[in-house]
């Protein structure tokens, strides 16, 4: 609606303090729960504040490339349904989902966190690939931080299934987990004017100026960026993002690690 | 006989009375005997003159004489506006109905396209034609601020008895609000102060079946503006 919006925002970040009143370099609550799909091997419904994410991880049967042939895959597509907002509609994935599912496989793929060689069972001619569905239930902005961690949390859990003369039998989970060497950590700080922050609702999604998506490790090495938004942004800017980033990224960590 | 209390809950479909001795108003029908209810909402029983009805808790909004709604511009004629009010009808804005000079054939420099506006229903016709006015006291473009939109059936708890809710969100926030019969709520003041009138409306719009309402929000708003105040001296 045009209420002058984006002044409108303005008055508020320079107050200090978000659409929804939550502080400039603070998350909205999160909260998830882990397995909670029945028919996937791993799963995780998580909520950040009233954005509602659901991961599903799959496993799949496949021949692996020419190149690696010890290597198992891993496949990750996001799915922004109809309804989780007014702006999504049915049909083939728009821009964004396409750009969300990128980056979050990106983040997860360049860490090395998934060990693809665990999932190889018969070296050049059977792996196994690690699919992970994300789908948006409610977007109250900032899908891309929520996907990328229920994604995490839902590989974190997800049990290999058992594997019987090269055939999966999904109906007998084995206690064997993905084996995660690093926790990449997707955080994406924005900016609207002078302002630098992160985790946006919908409201400040609207009017962004430019983002920056980092996606860090353990031992604060970042492994990913994206930078989106249609204005450009400086040296000083990157380093106060990827400072925001790191120390975020360790509050996050520090909470799905327990 | 009615199979429900006063002030219980019912859904679509349900059978709340038998017998032929009831009367029934809006969001009941009569299949034979039995009485349903067509709309979810709080049952109220009259029992004096044996009257039943329902005060329905979803739904769109009905247009209807006199009231004061928020709208949005959503085309211009050669003589008004069209202007979205957020229900299954448009309205209609003469310019005739404007204060002001409006140059002819330059009615996008009034009102554009996207812009919200504060008007007054001065005519609903049998088939839903709409006339609204800008003609009176606190009816205006609106330019800054914020819009929360709520379910229509709701506003009246905003409002509460003449008015008592709403200007109690006024008085203790300090906060202007104009409440949009079609469920589009303006406010406009301070950034912190606006969030607490938007968890006000919340607070009303998830507790509308309870009694008492305007005491709790009171108390909540008391609380909230202390902190505010302290943080700010």
New interface residues.
Partial sequence: MMLKEKFHLLRYLSDGIKSDGVLLDKYRDISYEVNTIKTAEGSCDLKLGNTHVIAGVKFEMGTPYEDTPDEGGIMINVELLPLSSPDYFPGPPTDKAIELSRVIDRGIRESGAVDLKSLCIVEGEQVLTVVVDVCAINDDGNLLDAGALASLIALKNAKIPKIENGKIDYTQLTKDTVKLKELPITITCYKIGEYVFVDPTTYEEKYYDSRLTITTIDDSSIVALQKGGEKAITISDVDKMTDLALTKSKEIRKMIKK | MIKFSEGSVVVPGEAVAEGKEYRIGQGFYRVGEKVFASRLGILRIKEEDNFIYLVPLTGVYNPREGDTVIG?IEDFHSLGWRIDLFCPYSAMLMVREVPGYVPAGELDKVF?I???VCVKITKVTNNKMIDVSMNGPGLFK??????IKISSQKIPRVIGKQGSMVNMLKDKTGCKVIVGKNGLIWTKG???TE?IVN?AIKMIEDLSHTSGLTDRVAEMLDKKMEEYNKNKG
């Avoid at chain 2, 609106?142 to 819009?147: A, S, V």
């Fill in positions: 949005k554009d996207g812009d919200l609106l330019n800054e601020g914020r819009i301070e950034p912190k969030i968890e």
